[in-house]
């Protein structure tokens, strides 16, 4: 590779005499930024300032808690595919937002963080939030590092985005120390240029496509990074082309869209269960996936597994792989239905596929009793009934609770890529609010609905205060069971009793949204559930329905994720 690969870099601008602040925010305008995430802080106002001067202006997008600013920037780097840009000042805002840079470790999310840092004129003196900040960073990041002059900062930031968005995705952590971010630096501004893809291994497609040629019964599983790399398309392609059953997660979910004949994520035991040949592309062979041990159910043998991934390190190293190939997804993909194409026997799946065809249409017709429920109080299961017939084929829907989520993992088929949002391996509650600001500005025209469990709202529902602030209608829908119900359910079912699960009784979570300049109503009649939805999509302001739900209506649960 040349270093132009490997950096992004084809050239270099004439020198610009700048300020630190100006510069980081003109280089991370070309790596594609359109909005900081930031709550103030004065160590980074060179950041503002430069987002105030350039031209034209650089959004700043300023929230109530850290968290929300970094979930924001980690969310639209989930949506846009470039990474986001998260502003945090010096010591407790950087600590703030580090849950958020691990999720998007996790979660293989493109995020730049800039931090402030205490002056390096005064180190060791005792400054203000004196903390040297990347130490607790590099854990959670592809790179933490501190940009110790000014003139370093036009690379720095350069680097920061290259390595962020480029696979496997993932958080950078830059900071500069508060004397130096002041300071000017004449400095030229790096040529973003798209990384170059990496090529896979043609007889590692081929041993996969061969592998795929003695299967009778094959599933392919079809994760985030199937979305992060752009290989939608390649994605559906292949699954039309072999006629292979698909189940997705994370933001492969929508990739092949709710409703399509292939898409059996609804006989997702018996697919996983009696499969003989697993394909999981762009994700991690973790506890969502039974640490990459398929077939073996109703004396089926283990199945065969294939991990495809966007890039070496991403290769699961704990599984027993049949094969593996990794490299731009779109090529691995694409390389993988050409290569099956050339193989002397096409197989024939359409018994496997017509039999788990049959399990999904039980399934659905057994969800239509909960989608429909008329008990009092209300299942969980019937908001999704009124929400889902309600939803667009682009609306974006975020996940922010326990079991109300789950539940929601269940009824809610994307139809589109990039229309659903989760936290992830991370599993960290709070992330909500700043996804739906991330997605109400990444898709202005979109519906966009956070789905709430009443504890996750408790974590981050003044930062209705920020949609507010800045206009930013979302749909909340809190599945308000007035409990840590993913916690109280296991803890009964271990000890027979729970402690520290329960929350005060139905809390007008919609009078909180409503005292920060929001509207929203509280519902406890199933009937009422679809009425204040069309009100809450009407209302073009953030709007709360807060529905009262049944504790006792547990996410049926087959593992706690260890
Ligand atoms: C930051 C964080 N703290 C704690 C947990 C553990 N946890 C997982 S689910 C859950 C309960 C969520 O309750 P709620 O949002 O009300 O949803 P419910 O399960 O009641 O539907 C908790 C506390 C977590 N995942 N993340
Ligand atoms: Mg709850």
């Given at each position: 590779?040349?270093?132009?690969?490997?950096?992004?870099?084809?050239?270099?601008?004439?020198?610009?005499?700048?300020?630190?602040g100006?510069?980081?925010?003109?280089?991370?305008?070309?790596?594609?930024?359109?909005?900081?995430?930031?709550?103030?802080?004065?160590?980074?106002f060179?950041?503002?300032?430069?987002?105030?001067?350039?031209?034209?202006?650089?959004?700043?997008?300023?929230?109530?808690?850290?968290?929300?600013?970094?979930?924001?920037?980690?969310?639209?780097?989930?949506?846009?595919?470039?990474?986001?840009?998260?502003?945090l000042?010096?010591?407790?805002?950087?600590?703030?937002?580090?849950?958020?840079?691990?999720?998007?470790?996790?979660?293989?999310?493109?995020?730049?963080?800039?931090?402030?840092?205490?002056?390096?004129?005064?180190?060791?003196?005792?400054?203000?939030?004196?903390?040297?900040?990347?130490?607790?960073?590099?854990?959670?990041?592809?790179?933490?590092?501190?940009?110790?002059?000014?003139?370093?900062?036009?690379?720095?930031?350069?680097?920061?985005?290259?390595?962020?968005g480029?696979?496997?995705?993932?958080?950078?952590?830059?900071?500069?120390?508060?004397?130096?971010?002041?300071?000017?630096?004449?400095?030229?501004?790096?040529?973003?240029?798209?990384?170059?893809?990496?090529?896979?291994?043609?007889?590692?497609?081929?041993?996969?496509?061969?592998?795929?040629?003695?299967?009778?019964r094959?599933?392919?599983?079809?994760?985030?990074?199937?979305?992060?790399?752009?290989?939608?398309?390649a994605?559906?392609?292949?699954?039309?082309?072999?006629?292979?059953?698909?189940?997705?997660?994370?933001?492969?979910?929508g990739?092949?869209?709710?409703?399509?004949?292939?898409?059996?994520?609804?006989?997702?035991?018996?697919?996983?269960?009696?499969?003989?040949?697993?394909?999981?592309?762009?994700?991690?062979?973790?506890?969502?996936?039974?640490?990459?041990?398929?077939?073996?159910?109703?004396?089926?043998?283990?199945?065969?597994?294939?991990?495809?991934?966007?890039?070496?390190?991403?290769?699961?190293?704990?599984?027993?792989?049949?094969?593996?190939?990794?490299?731009?997804?779109?090529?691995?993909?694409?390389?993988?239905?050409?290569?099956v194409?050339?193989?002397?026997?096409?197989?024939?799946?359409?018994?496997?596929?017509?039999?788990?065809?049959?399990?999904?249409?039980?399934?659905?017709?057994r969800?239509?009793e909960?989608?429909?429920?008329?008990?009092?109080?209300?299942?969980?299961?019937?908001?999704?009934?009124?929400?889902?017939?309600?939803?667009?084929?682009d609306?974006?829907?975020?996940?922010?609770?326990?079991?109300?989520?789950?539940?929601?993992?269940?009824?809610?088929?994307?139809?589109?890529?990039?229309?659903?949002?989760?936290?992830?391996?991370?599993?960290?509650?709070?992330?909500?609010?700043?996804?739906?600001?991330?997605?109400?500005?990444?898709?202005?025209?979109?519906?966009?609905?956070?789905?709430?469990?009443?504890?996750?709202?408790?974590?981050?529902?003044?930062?209705?205060?920020?949609?507010v602030?800045?206009?930013?209608?979302?749909?909340?829908?809190?599945?308000?069971?007035?409990?840590?119900?993913?916690?109280?359910?296991?803890?009964?079912?271990?000890?027979?009793?729970?402690?520290?699960?329960?929350?005060?009784?139905?809390?007008?979570?919609?009078?909180?949204?409503k005292?920060?300049?929001?509207a929203?109503?509280?519902?406890?009649?199933p009937?009422?559930?679809?009425?204040a939805?069309?009100?809450?999509?009407?209302?073009?302001?953030?709007?709360?329905?807060?529905?009262?739900?049944?504790?006792?209506?547990?996410?049926?649960?087959?593992?706690?994720?260890?």
């Open positions: 590779m040349t270093q132009a690969d490997t950096t992004g870099t084809q050239d270099a601008t004439e020198a610009v005499e700048a300020h630190a100006q510069h980081a925010v003109a280089v991370a305008r070309a790596h594609g930024v359109e909005t900081m995430f930031t709550l103030s802080g004065a160590h980074v060179p950041m503002y300032d430069g987002a105030v001067t350039a031209d034209p202006p650089m959004r700043i997008l300023d929230v109530r808690h850290e968290q929300t600013a970094a979930f924001a920037a980690e969310a639209t780097g989930k949506l846009t595919r470039k990474p986001g840009l998260a502003v000042t010096a010591g407790p805002g950087v600590t703030n937002g580090v849950s958020a840079v691990a999720q998007a470790q996790f979660a293989g999310s493109p995020l730049v963080v800039v931090g402030g840092r205490a002056p390096a004129n005064r180190w060791g003196s005792g400054s203000l939030q004196e903390l040297d900040q990347p130490p607790i960073l590099a854990p959670v990041s592809k790179l933490a590092r501190t940009l110790h002059t000014a003139a370093e900062v036009a690379d720095g930031i350069h680097e920061a985005f290259t390595v962020a480029s696979s496997h995705r993932g958080p950078v952590f830059v900071d500069v120390p508060m004397d130096e971010f002041f300071n000017t630096a004449t400095s030229a501004r790096p040529v973003v240029a798209p990384p170059a893809p990496t090529e896979p291994d043609g007889d590692a497609i081929a041993s996969v496509a061969a592998l795929l040629g003695e299967a009778r094959p599933v392919l599983v079809l994760g985030t990074d199937v979305w992060a790399d752009g290989a939608e398309d994605a559906l392609r292949l699954v039309e082309d072999l006629g292979i059953p698909v189940i997705t997660n994370g933001m492969g979910r990739v092949v869209p709710g409703g399509h004949p292939m898409l059996v994520t609804k006989a997702r035991g018996q697919a996983f269960g009696t499969c003989d040949l697993a394909i999981v592309a762009g994700t991690a062979l973790d506890f969502r996936l039974a640490y990459g041990v398929f077939g073996g159910k109703d004396d089926a043998p283990p199945a065969r597994v294939v991990h495809l991934a966007d890039s070496a390190g991403q290769v699961s190293g704990h599984a027993e792989l049949a094969g593996a190939a990794y490299g731009d997804m779109t090529l691995v993909l694409d390389g993988l239905r050409e290569a194409t050339r193989l002397e026997r096409n197989p024939d799946w359409a018994d496997w596929v017509s039999s788990l065809q049959q399990t999904v249409a039980a399934a659905t017709a969800d239509a909960l989608l429909g429920a008329t008990a009092d109080p209300i299942h969980p299961g019937r908001i999704y009934g009124e929400l889902v017939p309600r939803l667009e084929d609306a974006i829907v975020i996940g922010d609770g326990g079991d109300f989520v789950s539940f929601a993992g269940k009824f809610v088929e994307p139809k589109r890529p990039g229309g659903w949002l989760d936290p992830g391996p991370y599993g960290c509650l709070g992330a909500g609010l700043g996804s739906a600001i991330a997605a109400r500005l990444v898709r202005p025209s979109a519906q966009v609905v956070l789905l709430y469990g009443d504890g996750a709202a408790g974590m981050s529902l003044m930062d209705v205060d920020t949609l602030r800045h206009d930013l209608p979302v749909v909340m829908v809190c599945g308000n069971n007035s409990a840590w119900g993913l916690e109280k359910g296991p803890m009964q079912m271990l000890y027979g009793y729970d402690v520290a699960a329960d929350l005060a009784p139905q809390t007008r979570y919609d009078e909180v949204v005292a920060l300049g929001g929203g109503e509280t519902v406890t009649d009937a009422q559930i679809g009425p939805l069309d009100r809450a999509f009407a209302a073009n302001v953030p709007y709360l329905v807060n529905v009262i739900t049944d504790v006792n209506a547990a996410y049926p649960r087959a593992t706690f994720g260890i």
